[in-house]
């Protein structure tokens, strides 16, 4: 079953309430995007709004930070209320040690790769961790162009899980819309995260069920 975790960053932020309500019945959880002008050449949102969705939407908030050091920033997301706590393996020193860290306050952690990002950085850490997400563009912006050089490892992810028995969601970010969505499917990705694609669309509840409808890769 694929989930999907629309990317608030695409919404007109004076109209946040009525875009989630919308389609809140057809998201998985919100994809919240943090940038931090560092490690990525933007500046988006903070741990308010994480305060706000919580009590607005009964949803899981999925957290993206791209964010360099995301240890400093870790404590201010879980208490603002996040589910999950994404951050970038490029960002830290530490990566095990931040993954048990957000595992011991009750939220769930994953890892997330750059484009450029050898999937050989995930060596020592699959036993630790069961979700991915692989950029499919280069962080920091909505509404780029998917990069299909991405594809080949999202596939070559999935078949290390299959071949290692892990049951490993592959999360993508970036670009996906009813175009590239069923590509990345094909290759072996399970949860789709889009802005863009859902909220610039005439009918973005047709654009979820659209995505909810591609089949999973079974090998
Ligand atoms: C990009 C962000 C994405 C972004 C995706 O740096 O991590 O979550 O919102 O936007 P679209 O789907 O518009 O490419
Ligand atoms: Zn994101």
Excluded: C
Aim: aromatic share 8%.
């Amino acid at each position: 079953m694929i989930k999907v975790y629309p990317s608030l960053l695409a919404v007109d932020i004076l109209h946040i309430g009525d875009s989630i309500k919308k389609i809140e019945d057809l998201a998985d959880a919100w994809h919240i995007d943090i940038m931090d002008g560092h490690f990525v050449p933007n500046l988006s949102f903070g741990p308010s709004l994480i305060k706000a969705l919580k009590k607005f939407s009964d949803k899981p908030i999925d957290v993206h930070l791209m964010v360099e050091n995301p240890e400093i920033f870790v404590d201010s997301f879980i208490s603002a209320g996040s589910d999950h706590l994404g951050f970038h393996i490029e960002a830290t020193y530490h990566p095990q040690r931040l993954i048990k860290y957000i595992k011991s306050h009750g939220v769930k952690p994953y890892l997330v790769l750059n484009p450029a990002t050898s999937l050989s950085t995930l060596d020592y850490l699959l036993e630790e961790i069961d979700t991915i997400l692989i950029m499919t563009v280069n962080p920091g912006f909505g509404g780029q162009e998917f990069l299909p050089f991405t594809l080949k490892k999202i596939q070559d992810l999935r078949e290390r899980a299959l071949k290692e028995n892990l049951n490993l969601n592959i999360m993508v970010d970036g670009g996906i819309d009813l175009k590239t969505a069923p590509m990345v499917v094909e290759k072996g990705a399970n949860i789709l995260i889009s802005g863009v694609g859902i909220f610039e669309n005439s009918n973005p509840r047709s654009v979820i069920l659209a995505y909810k409808s591609l089949s999973l890769k079974e090998v």
